[in-house]
């Protein structure tokens, strides 16, 4: 799985807004919006979610240790 980048600032906006609706059910909307891509063929759709998925799971990641503060 590839790091997301600056490059992915609309996965970012998009993550963001997902967990401004929907709290702690953020990751799971995505998932849930992931499957019903994937089960309707298009792939490029699943794939933009699941770039958010990621985002949405770094927007709520704790600290990893030895990890410093910007």
């Given at each position: ?21 929907y ?15 994937l089960?309707?063929?298009?792939s ?27």
């Amino acid at each position: 799985m590839r790091e997301l980048s600056m490059l992915d600032s609309d996965a970012w906006r998009a993550a963001q807004v997902m967990f401004e609706q929907y709290g702690p059910f953020a990751k799971q909307r995505a998932c849930a919006r992931v499957d019903e891509l994937l089960a309707c063929g298009d792939s490029a759709g699943a794939a933009v979610w699941q770039m958010i998925e990621r985002a949405i799971d770094e927007l709520t990641r704790g600290r990893r240790p030895g990890e410093r503060l910007n």
